[in-house]
């Protein structure tokens, strides 16, 4: 009889414990900005915009020479804006106003009870409309990293005002990028759809209506994925999932970064006179 309390004990705990442990594993770590755009010599603004739920997203504008349009910068799990700034020097000195932001749980932004692909979409959508409400006549270009490649394809694809969507080492699908953090020879396999299902039933999205390879189909602005040949968190076949699952009348372009890891911004900055002249091409040919 003791043996059958301790065992039933056991799973009790075990049960209760399961949340609190995968809320502590899938938190985002914070990383606080420890620089400002004024290290590259950018002039910039500083500001917290309005988020979802009254949460505050820290912010930086900067202002572009020909005040054209504005790309959004969108930072990937665990980062912040000032990961991004590489990227938003070149466009700044292409005369583009660049805007980057803290998703919430990140940088400077404020806490909320988790962080999802759902949300850093919500937070992207504050932006924009930050954005259009300073300037109207702004064309909005999003650029993201990752999650944030992610949360870009997400909000393009429920929006219409966005013209321009770059995805820099996008995942085509959440099921793949758990598959990957969930291979692990100590977790028992019967855990894993376990885990998969929580974490849908938290964030309230199955992942199939979030994945990037099936929101490409509702996206109806051109698209430029940029992938790097060595990324081993989410390998380059993600980006031609995404592809392959576009309709016809999408414009996706890829551009793959010889050498480059998931995480190696500094070469994609080396490459962004591409993505300055894509951004004017499509610009310059969608209607006025």
Same mark, same amino acid.
């Given at each position: 009889?003791?043996? *059958?309390? +301790?065992?039933?004990?056991? @799973?009790?705990?075990?049960? &209760? ?6 809320? /502590?594993?899938? $938190?985002?770590? $914070? ?14 603004? =500083?500001?917290?915009?309005?988020? %979802? ?15 054209? @349009? ?12 000032? !990961? !991004? ?6 466009? @700044? ?50 650029? &993201? ?7 870009? !394809?997400?909000?393009?694809?429920? $929006? ?13 699908? %959440?099921?793949? #990028? ?9 977790? %028992?396999? *019967? ?7 929580? +974490?849908?039933?938290? +964030? ?8 990037? !390879?099936?929101?490409? $189909?509702?996206?109806? @602005?051109?698209?430029?994925? #940029? ?5 081993? *968190?989410?390998?380059? /076949? ?13 414009? #996706?372009?890829?551009?793959? +970064? ?11 900055? =080396?490459?962004?006179?591409?993505? #300055? ?12």
């Amino acid at each position: 009889m003791t043996l *059958v309390l +301790i065992i039933a004990a056991v @799973c009790i705990t075990s049960i &209760g414990l399961f949340p609190v442990v995968l809320h /502590s594993v899938y $938190r985002a770590p $914070r990383l606080v900005e420890t620089t400002t755009p004024e290290s590259l010599s950018l002039p910039f603004s =500083q500001q917290y915009l309005s988020g %979802p739920k009254g949460k505050r997203l820290y912010s930086w504008l900067i202002p572009g020479e020909h005040n054209l @349009c504005t790309v959004i910068l969108v930072h990937g799990w665990g980062s912040n804006a000032q !990961m !991004m700034l590489p990227l938003a020097q070149s466009f @700044c000195q292409a005369g583009m106003n660049v805007l980057l932001f803290d998703a919430r749980n990140h940088g400077k932004s404020d806490g909320d009870t988790f962080s999802s692909l759902p949300r850093f979409a919500e937070d992207l959508g504050c932006a924009i409309e930050w954005t259009k409400k300073r300037d109207p006549s702004q064309k909005i270009v999003i650029l &993201g990293h990752s999650i944030g490649a992610a949360s870009a !394809m997400l909000a393009a694809s429920q $929006r219409t005002d966005i013209d321009l969507v770059i995805g820099l080492s996008g995942f085509a699908h %959440p099921n793949l #990028v758990m598959h990957r953090h969930l291979d692990r020879p100590w977790l %028992p396999k *019967v855990l894993r759809p376990l885990i998969m299902d929580y +974490i849908q039933w938290v +964030i309230g999205y199955r992942f199939e209506e979030i994945a990037p !390879m099936n929101r490409i $189909r509702h996206i109806r @602005c051109p698209v430029l994925l #940029v992938h790097g040949t060595e990324d081993a *968190v989410v390998p380059i /076949s993600d980006m031609h999932l995404i592809e392959q699952n576009a309709l016809t009348e999408n414009l #996706v372009e890829l551009v793959e +970064i010889k050498g480059a890891t998931h995480n190696s911004v500094d070469q994609f900055q =080396q490459h962004a006179i591409y993505l #300055v002249d894509w951004i004017n091409e499509h610009l310059n040919r969608a209607p006025v």
